[in-house]
């Protein structure tokens, strides 16, 4: 193949896909797409807090922990794209029922930001169980707040993370089974990671 015509290939090839291990026989890194997509993206912002998130003013609710999600850090893949808390904070605005409440699309892929796909769409991100763990699609490196059990509905969760009294429900960033998103409780006194999602 001409050097011409290989440098074509391959350019198609990383406009085309979002991971590019093996296009082009050679290309064997992971790349997320820039902005534009339809995927739905988890993230990490890099930031986290005990069972009170403080952010602008405000003390817990679903505005205060989109706002101090969204002053971490968001990856390229987010540009253009609503971002939020990945958190249950109330029996009526948990992580099963953004799509209702927020305008999650159900019908698209769920992306780690470093680019492994981690669920084919909403159904399948809350089935029991992931393709790959936060760890390995979004380098989360420790248990995570989510407020919810293994299927996104909300469980104990801070009172809303307005309090460091009582227990909030974590996810695991190292497993792909289940318990991946409700693992179990934690004392609200502890500061955990917060995960984002964008879409």
């Given at each position: 193949m001409s050097k011409v015509l290989r440098h074509a290939s391959l350019l198609l090839c990383a406009m085309a896909l979002p991971v590019l291990a093996g296009c082009g026989g050679d290309i064997s890194v992971a790349l997320p797409l820039g902005g534009g997509d339809a995927s739905?993206?988890?993230?990490?912002?890099?930031?986290?807090?005990?069972?009170?998130?403080t952010f602008a003013g405000g003390n817990g609710g679903r505005g205060t922990v989109d706002a101090f999600v969204a002053s971490g850090s968001v990856p390229?893949?987010?540009?253009?794209?609503?971002?939020r808390a990945f958190l249950s904070v109330s029996l009526t605005d948990s992580i099963a029922n953004m799509p209702a409440n927020y305008g999650v699309p159900t019908d698209q892929p769920v992306i780690g930001a470093l680019g492994p796909q981690i669920a084919a769409d909403w159904a399948d991100l809350l089935d029991g169980g992931i393709a790959v763990s936060l760890q390995s699609a979004?380098?989360?490196?420790n248990f995570f707040w989510s407020g919810s059990s293994d299927n996104g509905v909300a469980a104990t969760h801070c009172s809303g993370w307005n309090s460091t009294a009582n227990n909030g429900w974590n996810g695991r960033h190292d497993l792909a089974s289940s318990t991946w998103l409700g693992l179990g409780a934690s004392l609200c006194t502890a500061t955990l990671p917060l995960v984002g999602i964008c879409y």
């Open positions: 739905i993206y988890l993230f990490d912002p890099g930031v986290a807090s005990d069972g009170i998130v390229a893949a987010c540009a253009g794209k609503t971002v979004i380098g989360l490196g």
